[in-house]
């Protein structure tokens, strides 16, 4: 029905255990307020159960009821936790509530939604168990929803609902973390995981890198295996510094002699590398680089330069041989 002065479209519902009433002539869209959509202790599911209540007002959204069972179907959850949703709203401001009494028995209630309020002058009251029947004047006011909630919210101070726990913060991660993280072979307890990880990072002469590449030779150890053998992240990088193991057996790697062919052209690398000048397999002197005769320079398993004896080394811009982190300390 339109209001008196023409300018609003007025809509009630009577649905079994309760009656809606609502303002639907600007548009059938619901907008959920941005203040309401953000706030920090209001869960995802009640901002959905606001969006839902609107909708219900303007006629976009069917909405069988709002009895805890009624709530718990429509946001697909248990009875408890549509009733937290509710409080949610509540203890925000985003829902308000008037209860009802007739002969120390609570009735009906009158739920408004944000920014209505029981105390606002064209607010529909509950007079016992009644149900207001339309807004009075020309207010240009969110509708207003009321309803029986099975009893579950009262005025009565012993009768308050505990205030509902607040939602746990977004845990932030490292890059360093979550490029570990996607590289471990079994992903379980991320937060645990990342604690674990960051006290290890923290200790001295720990890096990054290390670590990461710790990670890489576990998961090839454990390649294959069942989940229930491979140890969380939370130990790997705990106390017990299982980490450390696989490091070790990186290092080992990369002194493992190098054999066969590999060897004969580290030995050639070592003699033309110290004296300038090295022995072909016909046993004569050769002068030029070996790598002139199709020999490259042999690696370890880490993609370092090693020698004939397979200790890693590298070469700076002359050629000369250096340390194996030569480049990285520079």
Not at 201 to 214: F, G, T, W
Not at 238 to 259: A, C, M, Q, S, V
Request: glycine share 8%.
């Amino acid at each position: 029905m339109y209001a008196i002065d023409g300018k609003e479209i007025r809509a009630t519902i009577e649905f079994p255990d309760f009656t809606l009433i609502g303002d639907i002539s600007a548009t059938r869209e619901v907008g959920i307020p941005s203040w309401i959509l953000t706030h920090p202790d209001l869960s995802d599911r009640a901002v959905r159960l606001w969006g839902l209540l609107r909708g219900a007002l303007n006629g976009s959204v069917a909405v069988g009821g709002t009895s805890g069972a009624d709530l718990a179907e429509l946001l697909q959850c248990s009875e408890r936790t549509a009733r937290d949703s509710v409080y949610q709203l509540r203890d925000v401001g985003a829902l308000s509530v008037q209860a009802a009494f007739k002969d120390g028995r609570q009735g009906r209630n009158v739920y408004y939604l944000w920014p209505m309020n029981s105390s606002m002058a064209n607010a529909p009251k509950p007079e016992n168990f009644g149900v207001a029947a339309s807004c009075q004047g020309g207010s240009q006011l969110p509708p207003v929803l009321i309803n029986n909630l099975s009893n579950n919210l009262s005025t009565n101070d012993e009768e308050q609902p505990k205030p509902p726990k607040r939602r746990r913060k977004r845990i932030v991660y490292s890059e360093s973390f979550e490029e570990v993280w996607a590289a471990y072979p079994n992903r379980v307890a991320k937060a645990d995981a990342s604690k674990a990880y960051q006290l290890t990072l923290a200790e001295p002469n720990v890096n990054e890198q290390d670590l990461l590449a710790s990670v890489f030779k576990y998961a090839e150890s454990v390649e294959g295996k069942e989940k229930q053998f491979i140890l969380h992240a939370s130990t790997f990088f705990g106390p017990g510094e299982r980490w450390k193991d696989y490091l070790e057996l990186i290092e080992e790697e990369k002194i493992k002699p190098p054999t066969g062919t590999e060897l004969i052209k580290a030995m050639a690398y070592d003699a033309y590398d110290s004296d300038g000048v090295w022995i072909d397999d016909s046993g004569m002197e050769c002068f030029e680089s070996p790598l002139m005769r199709g020999l490259t320079r042999p690696v370890n398993s880490s993609g370092d330069l090693v020698d004939s004896l397979g200790n890693p080394y590298s070469l700076d811009a002359q050629g000369v041989r250096r340390r194996a982190d030569f480049w990285k300390a520079s």
